[in-house]
Nanobody, 121 residues
């Protein structure tokens, strides 16, 4: 099995910055795509940013130019640097990964427990 643990959420004023980290652990053979999703109250979960193993990235239009996703394959870690934060960025942010665990023929999709990001106006 693969576990994802996020850290770095919190409360910040509009215009401020926060950095999120997510570490994958377990009997991991390989991690393919990783990403960050968010879910605000009453809204559907949405993909904020994704990154492939080769570090190709994609972003939600509303965060382009403000958020940066990166990863360290040696550390099984994905990061999300969030700058120029807005109140509408307030949500629970979830880490997601496609990973193959030892003994598994196929990759599975895994989620972290989520970390709250609150941006005050």
């Amino acid at each position: 099995q693969v576990q994802l643990v996020e850290s770095g959420g919190g409360l910040v004023q509009a215009g401020g910055s926060l950095g999120l980290s997510c570490v994958a652990s377990g009997n991991i053979v390989e991690i393919n795509a990783m990403g960050w999703y968010r879910q605000a109250p009453g809204k559907q979960r949405e993909l904020v940013a994704g990154i492939t193993r080769g570090s190709s990235t994609n972003y939600l239009d509303s965060v382009k130019g403000r958020f940066t996703i990166s990863r360290d394959n040696a550390k099984n870690t994905v990061y999300l640097q969030m700058n120029s934060l807005k109140p509408e960025d307030t949500a629970v942010y979830y880490c997601n990964a496609d990973a193959r665990a030892s003994g598994s023929l196929y990759a599975g999709n895994y989620w972290g427990q989520g970390t709250q990001v609150t941006v005050s106006s």
